[in-house]
């Protein structure tokens, strides 16, 4: 691509973009969820919205007899007044870096506004932001500090896009009120389109965070699907790629749908792929099941999850941004620390496996099928040892066993017939010194395992290869 290159904002130009090494070789990010929306932590963070609806959510409960049982009707307490209580009185960004490098984390994007409307920086196009009201803080610019001097990668995410339907109005609720329009937006039918006034706007707080973060990853979230944004889902790509191309970055902007392959990098939410993707792709999700926000009583994951997920995807060509919610204070609970910590801990044994692979000419084998699909990941079974996952890279293709195999491994896709068939050098056990034993026949690879196992939930086997 010469120096002189400019994309043009329409796909056929867009279909020049390719995705990032830096990318494809860090595997891991973490997201943060945190906002206003932190202080009730009620169920989700979609409690901004169902407060003000008095129904049985289709996320759960009555959060509108909740909020008026705890906090008082919306006509006397509203979204608004959570702003004050969010404080974040023990927030140490240099604290949150430190744990995110244990996890293994390589990039790091923190939800710079969410559905409610109000930014965790500096805006100029609204005061309703972190910087000016709540913690009184440029809480995303902060983080972007703290995480480039580690010399990690840092992004932002965009949701604004569904605030325009995020909110009701009724007579006694304050999301009437006119002087609270530019945070709940004017009061409108439910089923109507963005106003031409707030897609501008919302174009304009996308460029100034383009702008003010120069972002190695930008994320939207679902909300731009709808028609009124068809044209700016390219016009925002081009504005962020060319951007890129005069800072002399590489650029990952992530979306959920709408966009045609090969001009961005596809994301599923809570969810995973069956198969290797040829496009480079993504997984969206949380160390708990139930919120991407911190709430009480949350339904976390076990580490064996997260690291099966982890590898699955990488297995599949893709990345896995992991979600934390901390607490309105700012302190991330201690089950999702020890979740990052755990992690982590995997990795230091066998990262060499993850950072920098690529897929190989099969993703896997073994018989726990994925569910293929956004918001699927509580319909998937658990692997066992039966289940195994291969990367590759330099000369070295490495079997990940989601599972202690118990004496031995019998890998079926690197029997003789197989294109390793006469090319194994040596097979090893990543973080044992004890020498494996290993025979190749027709039907399979296999391998003993050590006396001891080197970590937990997940197993990797490198296989040097003569070329």
Known sequence: MTTDFRYEPNWDSLQNYEVPQWFMDDKLGIFIHWGPYSVPAFDNEWYPRFMYRDEISRKGPNYHQHHTETWGHPSRFGYKDFIPLFKAENWDPAQWLDLFQKAGA???????????????????????????????????????????????????????????????YADDFDTTDPGLEELYCPPHPEDAPASWDFLQNWYARTVEMIDYFRPDVLWFDFGWHFDEFAPYRP???????????????????????????????????????????????????????????????????SPATIIHDLVDIVSKNGNLLLNVGPRADGVIPAQATQLLLDLGAWLDVNGEAIYGTRHW??????????????LTERSNLPFTAKDVRFTQKDAALYAIV????????AITSLGSGSSVGGR????????????????????ALTVSTPSQRPCDHAYTFKIELQG
């Open 106 to 168: 390589r990039y790091i994007v923190p939800v710079a506004e969410h559905h409610d409307g109000f930014p965790m920086y500096a805006s100029t196009h609204t005061r309703w932001n972190a910087a000016q009201m709540g913690p009184k803080r440029d809480v995303c610019k902060e983080l972007e500090r703290e995480t480039r001097a580690a010399g990690l990668k840092f992004g932002v995410s965009s949701h604004r896009a569904f605030n325009w339907r995020y909110y009701s």
């Open 235 to 301: 016009q925002v790509a081009a504005y962020y790629y060319n951007r890129a191309l005069e800072w002399g970055s590489e650029p990952v902007l992530q979306y959920k749908d709408k966009f045609p392959d090969g001009v961005a990098v596809y994301d599923v939410e809570r969810g995973k792929l069956d198969d290797i993707r040829p496009h480079y792709w993504q997984t969206d999700t949380a160390v708990s099941y139930k919120a991407w926000s911190y709430i009480e009583d949350d339904e976390f994951k």
């Open 361 to 374: 000419e099969r993703f896997g084998e073994g018989d726990t099928e994925v569910v293929v699909g956004h």
């Open 402 to 409: 989601l599972g202690w195999p118990g004496s031995e491994a």
């Open 424 to 443: 194994i050098r040596g097979v090893s056990m990543l973080g044992s010194d004890e020498p494996v034993t290993w025979q190749q026949d027709e039907n």
